[in-house]
């Protein structure tokens, strides 16, 4: 089961990163300047790491990856995010 | 929001074959809104934890809700929530999850909502939200799926229609019932045309189902008129 699925699904890990709900904050993607939700982000959920990539060029706009207790958020695909409160 | 909670399986309904209703009893949830989901968290003997997202379809304040499951071929959850669970057992869920793919009853704008599969469960929860805040706003659903046995929610569905206040209209991919007047055949783009509140209507639209399912559907909205700022996806894997 490798098929990618959305933001939707990652809302309860970025709540825990964020301390809110991201599905509705929006981010620039570098590569292509697609703005989109979160929930509109491709997910690809692999052990150990989830990468979210651009609906519309798959650049890898961030990956959260857990590793020994501890969890590494990489968002260096985004240019910036909106974080709505 | 983000805490774990534990949730009581009150009951237990089949929807299909590969399928069942979960009413879970959640102290400490605090309602959820129509399309929002939850988390379910499970833990083996030897501490090793398996978490996925299910849409909860149904919606309102109070502590009970409901998810429904369909099992995955060799999935880690979902076979253990549709055959091995009974009455009275726990379960961890944390949410209610979600404000983008989301219907609120201060929406006046018509609504179109297209499922495939099991993917109809967070649209469900936003037809019981209509009726139960008597909305006046169009509300329609086209509902993609394999076969009559394997609808969802099929009575509540029939009493939605007949109440007149929303529109449903179904296509089978591989099965029809026996009087039906089309051949059973995969969603086409003139069926969503024919079959969906039209572009000129500017309807906010919510397709949920297998990721293929949605990606080629949003694709046809778009080809068909629909501004894509007005479509709300949610994918959840799958074939």
Same mark, same amino acid.
């Given at each position: 089961?490798?098929?990618?699925?959305?933001?939707?699904?990652?809302?309860?890990?970025?709540?825990?990163?964020?301390?809110?709900?991201?599905?509705?904050?929006?981010?620039?993607?570098?590569?292509?300047?697609?703005?989109?939700?979160?929930?509109?982000?491709?997910?690809?959920?692999?052990?150990?790491?989830?990468?979210?990539?651009?609906?519309?060029?798959?650049?890898?706009?961030?990956?959260?990856?857990?590793?020994?207790?501890?969890?590494?958020?990489?968002?260096?695909?985004?240019?910036?995010?909106?974080?709505?409160? | 929001?983000?805490?774990?909670?534990?949730?009581?399986?009150?009951?237990?309904?089949?929807?299909?074959?590969?399928?069942?209703?979960?009413?879970?009893?959640?102290?400490?949830?605090?309602?959820?809104?129509?399309?929002?989901?939850?988390?379910?968290?499970?833990?083996?003997?030897?501490?090793?934890?398996?978490?996925?997202?299910?849409?909860?379809?149904?919606?309102?304040?109070?502590?009970?809700?409901?998810?429904?499951?369909?099992?995955?071929?060799?999935? !880690?959850?979902?076979?253990? *929530?549709?055959?091995?669970?009974?009455?009275?057992?726990? $379960?961890? @869920?944390? %949410? &209610?999850?979600?404000?983008?793919?989301?219907?609120?009853?201060?929406?006046?704008?018509?609504?179109?909502?297209?499922?495939?599969?099991?993917?109809?469960?967070?649209?469900?929860?936003?037809?019981?939200?209509?009726?139960?805040?008597?909305?006046?706003?169009?509300?329609?659903?086209?509902?993609?799926?394999?076969?009559?046995?394997?609808?969802?929610?099929?009575?509540?569905?029939?009493?939605?229609?007949?109440?007149?206040?929303?529109?449903?209209?179904?296509?089978?991919?591989?099965?029809?019932?026996?009087?039906?007047?089309?051949?059973?055949?995969?969603?086409?783009? !003139?069926?969503?045309?024919? *079959?969906?509140?039209?572009?000129?209507?500017?309807?906010? $639209?919510? @397709?949920? %189902? &297998?990721?293929?399912?949605?990606?080629?559907?949003?694709?046809?909205?778009?080809?068909?008129?629909?501004?894509?700022?007005?479509?709300?996806?949610?994918?959840?894997?799958?074939?």
């Amino acid at each position: 089961m490798t098929t990618h699925v959305d933001g939707n699904a990652i809302a309860g890990v970025l709540m825990e990163i964020f301390a809110v709900d991201m599905t509705d904050s929006r981010g620039e993607c570098t590569t292509c300047g697609d703005v989109a939700p979160f929930a509109d982000t491709r997910v690809f959920m692999q052990a150990p790491g989830i990468v979210v990539r651009c609906r519309s060029c798959g650049n890898v706009l961030a990956t959260i990856i857990d590793e020994d207790g501890h969890r590494r958020i990489n968002l260096q695909g985004m240019a910036w995010l909106d974080v709505a409160h | 929001m983000s805490a774990w909670l534990i949730g009581t399986v009150q009951g237990l309904r089949e929807e299909t074959p590969s399928a069942r209703t979960l009413h879970l009893d959640v102290p400490g949830w605090m309602g959820n809104e129509a399309g929002q989901h939850l988390d379910v968290r499970l833990t083996a003997e030897d501490g090793y934890q398996a978490a996925r997202s299910y849409s909860v379809s149904t919606a309102g304040s109070g502590q009970m809700l409901e998810i429904s499951v369909d099992q995955l071929e060799n999935g !880690e959850v979902s076979p253990y *929530l549709v055959h091995g669970l009974s009455a009275g057992d726990k $379960v961890e @869920v944390r %949410g &209610p999850l979600g404000r983008w793919f989301v219907w609120r009853p201060t929406q006046t704008e018509p609504i179109q909502l297209i499922g495939g599969g099991s993917g109809v469960a967070p649209l469900r929860a936003m037809l019981r939200a209509h009726e139960m805040a008597g909305s006046t706003a169009p509300m329609r659903l086209l509902y993609s799926v394999r076969s009559p046995r394997a609808a969802f929610y099929r009575d509540e569905f029939a009493r939605l229609a007949t109440s007149g206040s929303v529109r449903i209209d179904y296509v089978y991919t591989r099965e029809a019932p026996p009087d039906w007047p089309m051949p059973p055949g995969r969603l086409s783009k !003139e069926q969503v045309a024919v *079959l969906t509140i039209p572009p000129d209507k500017t309807p906010t $639209v919510y @397709v949920c %189902g &297998p990721t293929s399912f949605v990606e080629t559907v949003a694709d046809w909205l778009v080809e068909l008129g629909h501004d894509p700022a007005n479509i709300r996806t949610e994918r959840f894997g799958g074939k």
